[in-house]
């Protein structure tokens, strides 16, 4: 009897669940254990995310896309600290001060107020896909003006986050006032939080007592804002000072652990995390933001391997 020769089927074969996580996750070993599903790519929607800069030999990433649909799409429980500067919500008209000028407020349509609905919703989703990567004993640490950082306080409370401290940046070098009509802005809040009530979060005492001339460390830090010098490439419009990063980074984590910034602008965590030896990963949509975080990285990794000891 003649066998027939079976005929080859152009269809895809279907995947099980199981498979579909095993492709999702068949990656090859990286130092950064923040992998990101390709599901989208593999069945033919809209990439959620490009990788704009890789340097595998430095731990050190930036993602150009949206932060809650990378985060989302992030294996769970991998990251060991995250530093988030979310928009403030202020960029609506008002006026500040640039260098003794008037200027006005505006940063960009990223930073415009949608209502104070829209806008706890959006907090409340950030927040969200930013929990779900932390690890169990993992924190999160969130700066923010008065327009937004008690819609995040009260958002970490709501998803069961709970806080640690609120630190006070106090800016030595604040500009003035111009209407005379309130007090002079010169803090920030920073917010920092564990994963849950559950958490054994990290806290470098000794550390942070060293730094403060043998004396428990205050949860009011007076550090000036960014210098020229970290500004040379460009500047972001709430650009932090490497100093605060620095700090916050060695308070909370160790060499090796796995920092994440999900709105990094210039990626001043970034820098404070090649500086001190962690891992980065930095999510940003604003092309012109990214350049500018990719050439300080840059430089930051070249300076740190200058600096190496032969």
Not at 24 to 47: L, M, Q
Not at 88 to 94: E, V
Not at 202 to 230: C, H, T
Not at 235 to 242: G, W
């Amino acid at each position: 009897m003649k066998l027939m020769k079976r005929k080859k089927s152009n269809k895809s074969p279907v995947l099980s669940a199981k498979k579909k996580r095993e492709l999702i996750h068949s990656y090859k070993v990286n130092p950064i254990e923040f992998y990101i599903s390709e599901e989208t790519a593999i069945y033919g929607k809209k990439k959620l995310f490009t990788r704009y800069y890789d340097n595998p030999e430095h731990s050190v990433r930036l993602l150009k896309g949206d932060c809650v649909e990378i985060l989302n799409q992030a294996r769970e429980n991998s990251v060991d600290m995250i530093f988030a500067d979310p928009p403030y919500c202020l960029s609506n008209g008002g006026i500040t001060c640039h260098a003794g000028k008037m200027v006005s407020v505006n940063k960009g349509k990223w930073d415009k107020s949608k209502g104070i609905e829209e806008n706890h919703k959006f907090t409340l989703e950030w927040l969200k896909a930013c929990q779900r990567v932390l690890k169990p004993n993992g924190t999160i640490w969130v700066s923010g003006t008065t327009h937004i950082i008690y819609l995040v306080g009260f958002a970490m409370q709501e998803l069961g986050y709970k806080i640690l401290n609120d630190i006070i940046w106090y800016k030595r070098n604040a500009p003035p006032n111009l209407s005379c009509r309130y007090f002079t802005h010169s803090t920030e809040i920073v917010l920092w939080a564990a994963k849950n009530e559950k958490s054994k979060h990290y806290f470098d005492y000794k550390l942070m007592k060293k730094m403060n001339n043998g004396k428990q460390m205050r949860n009011v830090w007076e550090i000036s804002a960014p210098p020229a010098e970290e500004k040379k490439f460009g500047k972001h419009p709430t650009q932090k000072p490497v100093e605060l990063l620095k700090r916050i980074i060695q308070a909370s984590t160790k060499e090796g652990d796995l920092v994440l910034d999900p709105f990094c602008g210039s990626s001043t965590t970034g820098v404070a995390a090649v500086l001190l030896n962690r891992k980065y990963v930095g999510i940003e949509l604003e092309e012109e933001y990214l350049q500018l975080s990719k050439k300080r990285l840059e430089e930051a990794i070249e300076n740190k391997v200058t600096n190496l000891p032969d």
